[in-house]
DNA sequence: TTGACAAATCAAGAACTGTTGATATTATGA
DNA sequence: TCATAATATCAACAGTTCTTGATTTGTCAA
């Protein structure tokens, strides 16, 4: 139940690293305003190509943000189930210990 | 206001980079269940006490533990301020955009 | 004082991450 | 079929982060 597993922790880790970087957190900005292609963000963010594809593979990865193919455009959508689970992590940590888990005297 | 300036944006990352690690993630885990010495943690966490207080220092600079000494021992408690701080950044970049954001085209 | 313990800091190396420019892939329209 | 556009992938490098073991600092008690 509450019991946070190896894997759990590591899940938890892959999203906040995902999260952790400027570029990264600039395009989910601009996903908050929907779907945009890559080469929207490109003009936008003033970045490379290839730095792109490389910060939205670590999103995708994550499961933070999910593609979609239109000829030769790639559209790119943020995917709020993902960034819900992310805000429970966060409710997670901060939220007091329940009896029972107290009770199991922690981890 | 609704503005994400450039420093919002590295505290955003550095706060995703400090819980984007296992180690931290167990360290916070613990910490719900209320302050803990380091060396309660070196034992619970089986890490060699120098990489505790790597982890440590990185969880207290990016605010989110804080630290006390008695005697001999250091004190650390989670600071839950800075964790809502987090929860609230989640929600800002899941939430729909507002009018008058959306009137300013984005970002 | 001195000895011993808790924790922080440091130095070196290993592992990982992000950037860049070049190349490959996929789709389109002529 | 070919040229081209949009994107992904790759290889190399630079920069950063994490781990380890050794050393240092701060505190206490004998």
Redesign the interface.
């Known amino acids: 139940m509450a019991t946070?597993t190896r894997t759990d922790?590591?899940r938890?880790?892959?999203l906040?690293?995902a999260?952790?970087?400027?570029t990264r957190?600039?395009i989910?900005?601009?996903l908050?305003?929907g779907e945009r292609c890559v080469c929207d963000l490109t003009d936008?963010l003033d970045a490379a190509q290839s730095r792109l594809s490389f910060h939205l593979k670590v999103l995708k990865d994550a499961g933070l943000v999910t593609d979609r193919r239109d000829g030769r455009w790639m559209y790119y959508t943020?995917n709020?189930e993902t960034?819900?689970e992310?805000?429970d992590l966060?409710?997670g940590?901060?939220?007091?210990?329940s009896a029972a888990e107290?009770k199991k005297g922690?981890?």
Chains 1, 2 share one sequence.
């Open positions: 946070r922790t590591d938890a880790a892959r906040f690293h999260l952790s970087d400027g957190l600039s989910l900005e601009r908050r305003f936008a943020m709020s960034l819900s992310v805000g966060i409710e940590l901060a939220s007091t210990p107290r922690c981890c």
